[in-house]
């Protein structure tokens, strides 16, 4: 059993940078792949960014050169770095992890950017 909490979201302006982080209640040393995906308002769930236990990335075309994901396996927690954020990236950030093909999901943690 996986649990995730999410932090670091908050108010920023366009062009500014935010870290997200998403700490794991157990290890994730065994995890085949990890990542974020995003929901606005209105709008349906989608994938920003998957990192895989070969250190594979994969961004959203929308999100690519801006965003970079990475984890820390001692400290049992993944990032998304999001750097020139614009409005259209405004949402509810969620991260999850595959352990033994089960995806596990955090709650969530918002990100807004507004002048």
């Known amino acids: 059993q996986v649990q995730l909490l999410e932090s670091g979201g908050g108010l920023v302006q366009p062009g500014g940078s935010l870290r997200l982080s998403c700490a794991a209640s157990?290890?994730?040393?065994?995890?085949?792949?990890m990542g974020w995906h995003r929901q606005a308002p209105g709008k349906e769930r989608e994938p920003v960014a998957v990192l895989t236990d070969s250190a594979t990335t994969t961004y959203a075309d929308s999100v690519k050169g801006r965003f970079t994901i990475s984890r820390d396996n001692a400290k049992n927690t993944m990032y998304l770095q999001m750097n020139s954020l614009k409005p259209e990236d405004t949402a509810v950030y969620s991260c999850?992890?595959?352990?033994?093909?089960?995806?596990?999901w955090g709650q969530g943690t918002q990100v807004t950017v507004s002048s």
């Open positions: 999850w992890v595959r352990v033994a093909w089960r995806d596990y």
């Open positions: 157990g290890s994730i040393d065994s995890a085949t792949s």
